[in-house]
Nanobody, 122 residues
Framework: QVRLIESGGGLVQAGGSLRLSCAAS????????VGWFRQAPGKDHEFVGS????????TLANSVKGRFTISRENAKNTVYLQMNSLQPEDTALYYC???????????????WGQGTQVTVSS
């Protein structure tokens, strides 16, 4: 199990940007692939994107492609989700998750953060 802490959420107007951070403690984060997921009220978890252990490979959901990107600084044990051109439909609780496999499958991730709220006003 990896302890993950997300930060950077908040309230932003449509068209604005936020950068979420996912920090890991007590582990070598470079040993883990990281996924970002979100959950809007009344909806299931939705895959946002994932990044491989090295950071060389990134996958983004079609709904955020061209607006969001993921990066990581393994020396800082941190993964980032840069979100640009935010829209009200991006409003959700955003989670990062760590696992051994680089995948969009939610069940493949063993460790989860507590989530950070992103609210986009129109």
């Amino acid at each position: 199990q990896v302890r993950l802490i997300e930060s950077g959420g908040g309230l932003v107007q449509a068209g604005g940007s936020l950068r979420l951070s996912c920090a890991a403690s007590e582990v070598t984060f470079a040993n883990y692939a990281v996924g970002w997921f979100r959950q809007a009220p009344g909806k299931d978890h939705e895959f946002v994107g994932s990044i491989s252990r090295s950071g060389n490979t990134i996958t983004l959901a079609n709904s955020v492609k061209g607006r969001f990107t993921i990066s990581r600084e393994n020396a800082k044990n941190t993964v980032y989700l840069q979100m640009n051109s935010l829209q009200p439909e991006d409003t959700a609780l955003y989670y990062c998750a760590a696992g051994g496999s680089y995948t969009s499958v939610i069940g493949s991730y063993e460790s989860w953060g507590q989530g950070t709220q992103v609210t986009v006003s129109s």
